[in-house]
């Protein structure tokens, strides 16, 4: 069998954006949690354009903690690209992404760990008790449930911070805009296998919620992005080519009959309307196979050229951490590699 190649046995990855009061409590859970089980571990802070002093407190926090690495975004790029830049980095067998306002609990990651044991490749964390208003929780109970009977994956908490992975699959996505909320989707889309259990949520002690009311329209059609480009992402011709195929079978069916009549001396062509809708879906047609094979191109282009990590700006970490590199992570120890590797 072949071996995967990981420096510690878990990674762990922290968005941050303005959490600068709750960043000092969060490490030392963290801390704790990693301590008193016995892991090898690295924890991956990404720093997403905070104006908060979490920069300069993350910095520091690197230069005194071994274990520490700081991501720090050239703007504030959205969460969803701040995971994947985590992601990116990791060199764990295992993979953890928790919140960085302490609504997540660190001492439930043993809990999941557990749970990617049985075989699972990601399990999130069900916040069955949510210390939330419930302003935020019934919109969520709706977008859970229709997520859930639009993808056939029955998860009551698809958009919980708090999450485990195994190293392959916390890889393999590449999210942006506010797909990180569909991160379970995703996955079961690509093949792993996904599994939830319920964790403790604590209320907000720090500062607010950076989420508004309009998420819920967004989140509708970044469903509609998931759906579609699970089916057509990598083969878009399949779908701009079937339509463009039908559009263009009918338009040429008209125009032939039309020909017909006209060779056939019954109709002057100036008396058939439908003669414009058939030219018109004869060039319509034609522009989206064309569209089809020009996407074809660019999606074969994007897999070629793609880089997690270009909105880094800077990585700081213990001058004697070598296997960090934002080209080229180069692990050190081996165990057994997983499905999908």
């Not at 008193?36 to 354009?49: A, C, F």
């Not at 008790?129 to 449930?145: C, E, F, H, V, Y």
């Not at 990585?315 to 004697?320: E, S």
């Amino acid at each position: 069998m072949k071996k995967r190649i990981y420096t510690y046995d878990v990674s762990l990855v922290i968005p941050v954006y303005n959490e600068a009061e709750s960043l000092p409590t969060l490490h030392e859970k963290l801390t704790q949690v990693m301590t008193e089980n016995g892991w090898s571990w690295e924890v991956i802070y990404v720093d997403d354009g905070s104006q908060d002093g979490s920069t300069a407190w993350l910095e520091d926090l690197s230069e005194r903690d071994p274990h520490v690495v700081v991501a720090v975004q050239r703007r504030n790029f959205g969460k969803a690209v701040a995971l994947t830049t985590g992601f990116a980095l990791t060199r764990g067998k295992y993979v953890a992404t928790l919140d960085s306002d302490l609504q997540d609990e660190p001492a439930e990651l043993p809990r999941l760990f557990a749970k990617l044991d049985e075989g699972f490749d990601i399990v999130t964390g069900w916040k069955k008790s949510r210390k939330d208003p419930l302003s935020k929780r019934i919109p969520s109970k709706i977008a859970n449930g229709f997520t859930s009977m639009m993808t056939g994956l029955q998860l009551n908490d698809m958009n919980s911070g708090l999450k485990a992975y195994r190293s392959n699959c916390a890889k393999s996505l590449h999210l942006y805009g506010d797909l990180h909320r569909y991160i379970p989707v995703i996955s079961h889309l690509n093949g792993y296998k996904v599994s939830e259990l319920p964790v403790v949520h604590h209320e907000r002690k720090f500062g607010h919620s950076k989420y508004g009311a309009g998420r819920l329209i967004r989140g509708g059609f970044d469903l509609i992005t998931v759906l579609f480009l699970s089916k057509f992402s990598t083969r878009p011709l399949h779908l701009f080519g079937l339509l463009g195929a039908i559009m263009l079978a009918v338009g040429m069916l008209i125009n032939g009959v039309l020909g017909l009549e006209w060779l056939g001396g019954d109709r002057g062509l100036h008396e058939r309307p439908i003669l414009l809708l058939g030219v018109l879906l004869t060039v319509m047609g034609l522009q989206l196979l064309t569209m089809g094979l020009i996407a074809e191109l660019v999606v074969s282009f994007m897999q070629r050229q793609d880089d997690p990590l270009h909105t880094i700006r800077d990585v700081y970490h213990q001058p004697d951490n070598e296997a960090i590199s934002v080209e080229s992570p180069t692990p050190s120890n081996e165990v057994e590699s997983q499905p999908y590797a």
